[in-house]
């Protein structure tokens, strides 16, 4: 068994070669005749792939990692926190795709019982392992094909899934027929066990056209970490749908600060605004879960002008604090033009550069204009409402995202 492998002299091993050259560890396994060199790397490339998105595993070097693969598309320790917040505390869940056992963990910690099915024999080993080590005794694990239900599968509030989004070669897939196990045609039979289901989906996966294969889906969460899309939830629950399901947009930034916006498809369609070609004192830039969601219009409901149908930038003359996204006070205006890019650096020597619908890249700015990356004034390309092509001089109004 994998977990019989950890023992007191590889765990001391791991943790003084964590940050070796693990090419040159295992060309180098017979020095060490009493480690299981091969098993050992691989524990601490494992390690280095949690060591930010799930600091309490990483530190417990009891636990013990199936593969690398597993730590690569495990969700991490705030996205796992986050989900606890779609059950309640007499739910007794099904993980159909237990995998490395993250969200059974969690959701262990608010759940009444946890229900972890896996395929793979190894992965319900460690599994079996790491939850009697942390502590989670309402977890019970069961090896078995999420396709094939248990005969005796016990009463189910939600079930919850995670498809593989890896085909033959590891090439990567984001349709849901493509993954594994398929969604779409597994869907009608979850929903004859439980009323719910919780389906984790691909980043990359389209939100609307989604809806669509999934009926009686009543919300959909985008959650982000510092800016950086991490997981779609579709909470599928049939009896509570209506016409237009709730989307919650998050975003964690690197302080912790949770930014949230809620709205609803049918609201975003029905929003009428006026776009302006006035750039006020502040400009707003939408955080990653917002634009994914395409809350382009209704956004504006917080008080803020959009600038162009397809700039997807913001402003207002009085600060917005609740903003979902960067805020920034503007300094400066400039029309573009060439002539300007000749001599832009005198005045602005270094900045962070954002093109947003601009006939140009931002490595085609920084040719052109010679401006230096980095420091604290954002330079924004953009085009307004009247068609003109302009820059925008400006510092961060607080820390936000």
Same mark, same amino acid.
């Given at each position: 068994?994998?977990?019989?492998?950890?023992?007191?002299?590889?765990?001391?091993?791991?943790?003084?070669?964590?940050?070796d050259d693990l090419n040159r560890l295992l060309l180098?396994?017979?020095?060490?005749?009493?480690?299981?060199?091969?098993?050992?790397?691989?524990?601490?490339?494992?390690?280095?792939?949690?060591?930010?998105?799930?600091?309490?595993?990483?530190?417990?070097?009891?636990?013990?990692?199936?593969?690398?693969?597993?730590?690569?598309?495990?969700?991490?320790?705030?996205?796992?926190?986050?989900?606890?917040?779609?059950?309640?505390?007499?739910?007794?869940?099904?993980?159909?795709?237990?995998?490395?056992?993250?969200?059974?963990?969690?959701?262990?910690?608010?759940?009444?019982?946890?229900?972890?099915?896996?395929?793979?024999?190894?992965?319900?080993?460690?599994?079996?392992?790491?939850?009697?080590?942390?502590?989670?005794?309402?977890?019970?694990?069961?090896?078995?094909?999420?396709?094939?239900?248990?005969?005796?599968?016990?009463?189910?509030?939600?079930?919850?899934?995670?498809?593989?989004?890896?085909?033959?070669?590891?090439?990567?897939?984001?349709?849901?027929?493509?993954?594994?196990?398929?969604?779409?045609?597994?869907?009608?039979?979850?929903?004859?066990?439980?009323?719910?289901?919780?389906?984790? !989906? &691909?980043?990359? @996966?389209?939100?609307?056209?989604?809806?669509?294969?999934?009926? $009686?889906? %009543? =919300?959909?969460?985008? #959650?982000?970490?510092?800016?950086?899309?991490?997981?779609?939830?579709?909470?599928?629950?049939?009896? !509570? &749908?209506?016409? @237009?399901?709730?989307?919650?947009?998050?975003?964690?930034?690197? $302080?912790? %600060? =949770?930014?949230?916006? #809620?709205?609803?498809?049918?609201?975003?369609?029905?929003?009428?605004?006026?776009?302006?070609?006035?750039?006020?004192?502040?400009?707003?830039?939408?955080?990653?879960?917002?634009?994914?969601? $395409?809350?382009?219009?209704?956004?504006?409901?917080?008080?803020?002008?959009?600038?162009?149908?397809?700039?997807?930038?913001?402003?207002?003359?009085?600060?917005?604090?609740?903003?979902?996204?960067?805020?920034?006070?503007?300094?400066?205006?400039?029309?573009?033009?060439?002539?300007?890019?000749?001599?832009?650096?005198?005045?602005?020597?270094?900045?962070?550069?954002?093109?947003?619908?601009?006939?140009?890249?931002?490595?085609?700015?920084?040719?052109?204009?010679?401006?230096?990356?980095?420091?604290?004034?954002?330079?924004?390309?953009?085009?307004?409402?009247?068609?003109?092509?302009?820059?925008?001089?400006?510092?961060?109004?607080?820390?936000?995202?």
């Amino acid at each position: 068994m994998t977990t019989n492998r950890l023992n007191i002299t590889t765990k001391q091993f791991i943790q003084e070669h964590s940050d070796d050259d693990l090419n040159r560890l295992l060309l180098g396994a017979s020095r060490y005749p009493d480690i299981d060199v091969p098993f050992a790397v691989d524990q601490i490339a494992a390690r280095r792939q949690i060591r930010d998105k799930l600091p309490s595993w990483y530190k417990n070097d009891d636990l013990v990692f199936p593969s690398k693969i597993a730590t690569e598309q495990c969700s991490s320790e705030q996205t796992a926190f986050y989900k606890q917040r779609l059950i309640n505390e007499a739910t007794c869940l099904c993980d159909l795709t237990g995998g490395l056992g993250i969200d059974s963990y969690f959701f262990s910690l608010k759940a009444k019982k946890v229900l972890y099915i896996e395929r793979f024999e190894s992965y319900c080993e460690t599994a079996i392992h790491n939850f009697r080590i942390l502590g989670a005794r309402n977890i019970d694990v069961v090896q078995g094909d999420a396709t094939i239900l248990p005969e005796n599968l016990p009463d189910i509030d939600v079930f919850y899934i995670d498809p593989a989004r890896r085909a033959s070669g590891d090439k990567r897939v984001f349709a849901l027929h493509d993954c594994e196990p398929d969604l779409i045609n597994l869907l009608p039979g979850l929903l004859q066990h439980a009323p719910k289901v919780i389906a984790k !989906l &691909s980043p990359m @996966a389209d939100i609307r056209q989604t809806l669509e294969l999934l009926p $009686g889906t %009543t =919300e959909v969460h985008v #959650v982000s970490v510092k800016n950086d899309c991490k997981e779609l939830l579709f909470i599928i629950e049939p009896a !509570l &749908s209506g016409s @237009a399901p709730l989307i919650t947009c998050v975003n964690y930034t690197t $302080g912790g %600060t =949770e930014r949230r916006f #809620v709205f609803n498809l049918q609201q975003e369609k029905q929003t009428e605004i006026a776009y302006t070609a006035k750039i006020d004192s502040y400009l707003y830039e939408p955080n990653v879960s917002v634009l994914k969601a $395409g809350a382009f219009k209704v956004i504006t409901a917080l008080g803020v002008n959009k600038l162009h149908p397809s700039s997807h930038l913001y402003t207002s003359e009085l600060l917005i604090e609740s903003f979902p996204g960067r805020v920034f006070r503007v300094e400066e205006i400039f029309p573009f033009s060439s002539k300007l890019c000749k001599t832009l650096a005198q005045n602005i020597p270094q900045a962070n550069i954002t093109a947003r619908n601009f006939p140009l890249t931002v490595e085609a700015l920084r040719s052109k204009t010679k401006i230096k990356e980095g420091g604290n004034i954002y330079l924004f390309a953009t085009t307004t409402a009247d068609g003109g092509k302009t820059l925008v001089k400006c510092r961060k109004a607080f820390p936000a995202g």
